[in-house]
C-alpha cells in the first residue's frame, strides 16, 4: 500500500495545502488538495474518493475533479455520509456555484454519490473500507482501509477526544490522525473538536490500554504557524509513549 499526503494542514499557501490522502494512485481520502497536486492524468487513475465530513477544507476540490471528470465524459465515485451529500448539493455543486455533477449529465452523471454506513464494511475498488464515526463540530467518520494484501490504515479525519470506541472496531498498522493546534489551546480543542499533541497522548494511551500495542502514527491538519511548536509537542509525545510519530508534509509518501 502506497499513501501520498497530497495535503497535510488545515489552511492554504504557496506552501501547504488542505487535506487529502492517495492510496495506490486509485483511492483518495478527502479531497482538499487533491486536484493542485495531481496532473490531469494522474487525476482520471483515481477510482473512488472517501469523503470524512463536509468542511470546506475537506471537499473543496470536489468541484474541480468533477468538471475535469465532466470534460472526458468519464464518472467519479464518491462514498460519504448522507450529510456530505446534503452540503454539495445544497451548496457547492447546486447549479449557481457549480453545476449540479451530482444530477448532470442527465442519465449518466459525472459524480455517482454512494451513501455509506459507519460500522458497514464496504468493498470499494478492491478494498475493504470500514467507516466509523468519530467526535467532530459536525457528522464525521474515519476510514479504514484494508489493501488485498492485509495492509490497514486508519485515517481518523478531524477529531476531538474520546476515540476509545474507534479503538474497539479498528485494528491499523498506520494510523493517520489530526493535530490542528499546540498544547496552549487545548479548551479550543475540546471545544472544537481537534486534538492537541496533549490530547492525542490520552488517545494513543487509551489505544494501547485497548489493543495492546502503538501503530505507527502520522499527524495531519496542522496550522501552519503553530508546526515548529506542534512538532516539538508531539516529538515529546513520541519520546514518552516510545512510539513513532512523525508530521506529514505535502508529498510525502509512506509504504505498508
Given amino acids: 500500500m502506497n499513501i501520498q499526503f497530497l495535503g497535510a494542514h488545515n489552511c492554504e499557501s504557496q506552501n501547504s495545502r488542505f487535506i487529502s490522502l492517495l492510496i495506490d494512485d486509485t483511492l483518495a481520502i478527502d479531497a482538499g488538495g487533491l486536484t493542485s497536486s495531481l496532473s490531469f492524468q494522474a487525476q482520471q487513475k483515481i477510482k473512488a474518493i472517501l469523503l470524512t465530513h463536509q468542511h470546506y477544507d475537506h471537499i473543496r476540490d470536489v468541484p474541480a475533479i468533477a468538471m475535469n471528470f465532466y470534460l472526458c465524459g468519464t464518472t467519479i465515485n464518491i ?35 454512494i451513501i455509506i454506513e459507519p460500522y458497514k464494511t464496504e468493498s470499494i475498488e478492491g478494498y475493504s473500507v470500514l467507516a466509523v464515526k468519530v467526535n467532530h463540530a459536525v457528522p464525521t467518520v474515519g476510514y479504514q482501509v484494508t489493501s488485498p494484501d492485509g495492509k ?46 496533549s490530547l492525542l497522548k490520552q488517545e494513543l494511551t487509551s489505544f494501547r490500554e485497548v489493543k495492546g500495542y502503538l501503530p505507527r502514527v502520522v499527524v495531519v491538519h496542522m496550522y501552519p504557524e503553530l508546526e515548529k511548536e506542534i512538532e516539538a509537542e508531539i516529538t515529546a509525545v513520541a519520546k514518552d509513549l516510545n512510539n513513532s510519530i512523525t508530521l506529514a508534509s505535502e508529498g510525502m509518501q509512506l509504504y505498508l
Fill in 79 to 113: 462514498y460519504s455520509i448522507q450529510p456530505v451529500y446534503d452540503a454539495l448539493a445544497a451548496h457547492l455543486l447546486d447549479g449557481k456555484l457549480y453545476p449540479k455533477f451530482l444530477e448532470q449529465p442527465q442519465g449518466k452523471p459525472t459524480i455517482r454519490f
Fill in 152 to 197: 490497514i490504515v486508519f485515517y481518523t479525519g478531524d477529531t476531538g477526544p474520546g476515540l476509545a470506541s474507534c479503538w474497539q472496531i479498528v485494528s491499523p498498522q498506520l494510523l493517520v490522525t489530526e493535530v490542528t493546534t499546540t498544547n496552549r489551546y487545548e479548551e479550543f480543542g475540546k471545544e472544537s473538536g481537534h486534538l492537541t499533541p
